[in-house]
């Protein structure tokens, strides 16, 4: 009590004052004097360059001996200059591509029920750990392995063994580990863009395969996809193979041409998700007497937020596919990619909107997906207006292919991964061979560096633009793409359903994916479950329990 009264006291006691009183002469003759210091002090700075055109001069150039620098020096200087920035360029791309994946699990999850959401969001992190080290291992050299020098990156001279067949480029042979010669910044730089882009191919197929497919099934076919179906089709096309050589070899335009990945990337993903898709069969309560039911996702705003950081993510895909930051045809790879996701998102919301009577949101995302997955392989070679054609044709096409799917072959794809991915990207690959319009790509996969089809400079050319053997080259590519992705993947789904079963077992696949397969619910504060709940204990404990006479949401708090 005593030490209560005395606190009071001590609260109640005035504090000592102090008098300080300044007059108005001296406040005005200090802030004077503080500004004659600070102008003194920025005097320095008005000797600058402010508008840096006298910035980066040979003066910057470090000579041998005193003096001015060399022309040999300069010339080393300014080399080095543009490889450092095509090495930024491209890792900062690589970057960009790597965010998507947060992108394709929100896309994947918001169109999949709460009863699978850990489920679905874990396989797409899984992915991308089994992906990278597979790549790593094997992937990247099989791929790579005989790709030769990459001028855009220092010349990267150590890939240069290709296994071939009477001269036709099959396998690389070298970078394994990235180990010995292949310890090299140029080839550092090309395996995180390239392993990143094989990311998106091992992706694709849990989209199709989401709400019955085993973890562990999608753990072995994400390392099967990383190390050997997408690098193997990748060297065809990218690392010098015989695809490739279609144009050198037999006159067949420049060969099989994929800017970024229409086919190699995304119809092969989307073929090992159709063959996955295909050998699981469609999820339970899905077709019923033969007519497919609609089974909604439980989160579209998460969905459209995914939607949108792959539209993101793709200014990486394709701008940076150039491997170069001086290659100002960035500009138009952009415009291009830009223009066609949004056409595509346009057009399949108005056509949804025109023949339902409102547009869908879930198919708004799909078209925005489909229009940037078709312009990836000629974001390049056309220009503006063609490439908003490609994105609305594209538009379109997702949906009467989720349609053809759904409703005729019976295949079921929880998010329209298959009609996004490989029907879209097989059109990619062929509006190079009608729309490419020779502005770009002289000199690809070794022709016409000097001049093609008797114009000097002259690119990638399709039909349309007079070079009908481009558009033979590229229905070549398509059919290898969808026989090799579909072929491949269907015998290694097959072999592994016989030796551990792929697909989940009925009562976890009603209970949802969360507790069976990975021990942990989602949303273990609101559950929501339609037929079979869950009880209490089943959530606490992580056992599955049922309660087969009560139908209803369920909510555990």
């Known amino acids: 009590m005593g030490n209560a009264v005395q606190s009071k006291n001590l609260l109640n006691k005035e504090a000592p004052t102090m008098s300080c009183k300044i007059s108005k002469s001296a406040l005005i003759n200090g802030l004077i004097l503080a500004a004659v210091i600070i102008l003194l002090l920025a005097l320095p700075a008005w000797a600058g360059d402010p508008t840096g055109t006298a910035t980066g001069s040979a003066a910057d150039i470090p000579a041998a001996q005193a003096g001015t620098p060399t022309l040999e020096e300069l010339a080393t200087a300014a080399g080095k200059l543009k490889i450092g920035l095509n090495f930024v360029w491209t890792l900062l791309a690589g970057f960009l591509v790597f965010f998507m994946q ?138 010098g193979g015989w695809l490739a050589q279609l144009g050198a070899k037999l006159g067949l335009g420049h060969g099989a041409v994929d800017f970024a990945g229409s086919g190699v990337v995304h119809s092969i993903g989307g073929a090992a998700g159709l ?44 701008p940076g596919s150039t491997l170069s930051g001086s290659d100002l045809r960035i500009a138009v790879v952009a415009v291009n990619t830009m223009m066609a996701g949004a056409v595509g998102g346009l057009t399949s919301m108005l056509y949804t909107w025109w023949r339902q009577g409102k547009p869908d949101p879930s198919m708004m995302c799909n078209g925005v997906l489909a229009g940037l997955v ?54 990619g690959l062929l509006a190079v061979g009608l729309f490419a319009d020779g502005t770009y790509g002289a000199g690809w996969n070794g022709v016409g560096a000097d001049s093609y089809l008797g114009v000097a400079g002259q690119g990638v050319t399709g039909l349309f633009y007079g070079d009908p053997g481009q558009l033979v080259a590229q229905l070549i590519n398509m059919a290898v793409a969808l026989a090799w992705g579909f072929g ?28 069976p397969e990975m021990g942990a619910l989602a949303y273990p504060d609101f559950m929501l479950t339609f037929g079979d709940t869950y009880s209490t204990e089943a959530v606490s404990t992580g056992q599955p329990a049922y309660d087969k006479r009560r139908r209803e949401v369920a909510v555990h708090n």
């Open 102 to 239: 947060a992108g394709f699990a929100l896309v994947e999850t918001g169109f999949t029920r709460a009863k699978n959401a850990a489920h679905t969001m874990a396989m797409n992190l899984m992915v991308f750990l089994v992906g990278a080290v597979g790549f790593f291992v094997l992937g990247f050299g099989l791929m790579f392995g005989g790709l030769g020098a990459v001028a855009n990156l220092g010349g990267t001279p150590p890939l240069t063994h290709e296994l071939t067949a009477g001269g036709w480029g099959l396998l690389g042979l070298k970078g394994f580990f990235l180990s010995g010669d292949a310890y090299d910044v140029g080839v550092f730089a090309l395996f995180l863009f390239q392993m990143v882009f094989m990311d998106t191919a091992v992706t694709i197929p849990t989209g199709a395969m989401a709400e019955r497919v085993k973890f562990s099934a999608i753990v072995l076919g994400s390392f099967f996809i990383a190390m050997f179906l997408y690098p193997i089709f990748g060297n065809w096309v990218w690392g």
């Open 374 to 427: 078709a312009i990836t392989a000629p974001s390049a070679f056309v220009n503006g207006p063609v490439a908003c054609l490609i994105g609305a044709v594209a538009g379109i096409l997702v949906v009467w292919s989720v349609y053809f799917f759904d409703h005729i072959l019976k295949i079921d794809d929880p998010v329209g991964a298959i009609s996004v991915h490989l029907v879209n990207g097989l059109w």
């Open 488 to 515: 491949a993947s269907y015998v290694f789904y097959k072999v592994l359903d016989k030796i551990i079963g792929i697909r989940v077992t009925p009562e976890a696949e009603e209970q949802g994916l969360d507790i």
């Open 275 to 318: 063959a996955g898709a295909l050998i699981l069969g469609p999820r339970l309560g899905k077709y019923r007497n033969g007519k497919p039911a609609a089974i909604p996702g439980h989160d579209i705003p998460m969905a459209v937020l995914g939607t949108i950081i792959l539209f993101f993510g793709w200014f990486g895909f394709n």
